[in-house]
């Protein structure tokens, strides 16, 4: 099982820090962004698992980041952290389309018990097993198959197909597919994930069997019928 990856958009430095160490060492991967700006940014390009969201921050409020993603098709679970604990806010952040909340200051065990439980939530939604159509792949076994025939993939076409599988007919632009498989800190020639399409192309079209995923002329792909 991969570490979840977990976003905290939080402008006080010390909480921020606090909570990136805490989660850290409970295993998670953790992103954090400083202002509501780059905290949108990331949540839609880095795609997390969880996004712990505060109120208040300076560009962008955290309801309305909730409200943006949600907009845009996004399901992550979003806990939004406040100060504010009077009932109409907690409302405003529910209809913002946040899952849940924590009104601050919390303690370390609640933060945690919260975060488990989200992350269990989409688990169980998503189990090990990915499948659009006659593809499917399994996370454990790290089998491909289109119908019965098993699919050989390279470590990095399964990564690729895996992003894919996992964002079925939502198209990823190259800079979200570039991120997220081949990492922020790639400085080679993004003609990569053309090539790599076209590999994967070819390994689940080799019966001819019909194309799944699609090209977005001058934006990206798509895995669609
Ligand atoms: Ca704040």
Redesign the pocket.
Known sequence: MKPARILVV???AKLAQFIELELKYEGYEITVANDGVSGLTIARESDPDLILL????PGISGPEICKRLRQTGSKVPIVLLTAKDDISDRVTGLDAGADDYIVKPFSLDELLARVRAHLRRTQEENPDVLQFGDLSLNYATREVFRGDRSIELTAKEFDLLEYLLSHPRQVLTREQILERVWGYDFMGDSNIIEVYIRYLRLKLEAQKEPRLIQTIRGVGYVLRD
């Open positions: 939080e402008d006080e505060d109120w208040m921050l």
